[in-house]
């Protein structure tokens, strides 16, 4: 099956920074991803919709100044979370959509906010 | 609005024994419908999927779901469970295709 990458798996940054995780499709190309955040425990929670060479689409309640999205070409999506804060420190989890519309999930990233 | 219902967030069956996740959605045109399953730490894997046709579908490790429009469900199952399939699982529904709205989720835990 078709491979999406996450990168970093986990990371640990300090309150007030910033930082970027990256999304990308190893084996297909794909114009649009999807961003979701899970909490523990919890479902995931469509973040933003990101179309290639577009602006991303939030989805209501998302801040979209906080949260980043550039997708700069068919293979790789970023999320740029501004100025962590420890509330948003989460699990969160890219998808990239193929042709035919069969959806395939990053195995997540891990933002610990200190 | 779309909308996902998991009844039951903790399920608990023994090893051999029937494995049933309810699944009630919301939507105002039929719907795309998934199922996912997601073990510790990592992204999800397509368990099986509903598009048009066959409302029983069949999908992987023995696993299979039935949409059924009158009831706005589509609920999982599988005959015999394995401790292998202890997880996460989420069910999930789509409009379009594109967007994907997911249930609260149901864990999963498989007595030996």
């Known amino acids: 099956g078709a491979v999406v990458s996450q990168h970093p798996s986990w990371v640990i940054c300090k309150s007030g920074t910033s930082v970027k995780i990256e999304c990308r499709s190893l084996d297909f190309q794909a114009t649009t991803m999807f961003w979701y955040r899970q909490f523990p425990k919890q479902s995931l929670m469509l973040m933003a919709t990101s179309n290639e060479g577009s602006k991303a689409t939030y989805e209501q309640g998302v801040e979209k100044d906080k949260f980043l999205i550039n997708h700069a070409s068919l293979t790789l999506s970023t999320l740029t979370v501004t100025s962590a804060h420890p509330e948003d420190s989460s699990f969160y989890i890219c998808?990239?959509?193929?042709?035919?519309?069969?959806?395939?999930f990053g195995p997540g990233t891990r933002l610990t906010v200190l | 609005a779309q909308s996902v219902t998991q009844l039951g967030s903790h399920v608990s069956v023994s090893e051999g024994a029937l494995v049933l996740l309810r699944c009630n959605y919301s939507?105002?045109?039929?719907?795309?419908l998934f199922w996912y399953v997601q073990y510790p730490n990592q992204g999800l894997q397509l368990l099986l999927k509903?598009?048009?046709?066959?409302?029983l579908v069949k999908g992987i490790n023995g696993f299979e779901a039935e949409f059924k429009k009158s009831e706005t469900s589509f609920h999982l199952t599988k005959p015999s469970a394995h401790m292998s399939d202890a997880a996460e699982y989420f069910c999930a529904v789509s409009p379009t295709g594109n967007q994907f709205y997911f249930g609260t989720g149901t864990s999963l835990t498989v007595i030996p």
């Open positions: 509903y598009t048009t046709g066959a409302t």
């Open positions: 939507s105002s045109v039929p719907p795309y």
């Open positions: 998808s990239a959509l193929r042709q035919g519309n069969e959806q395939f």
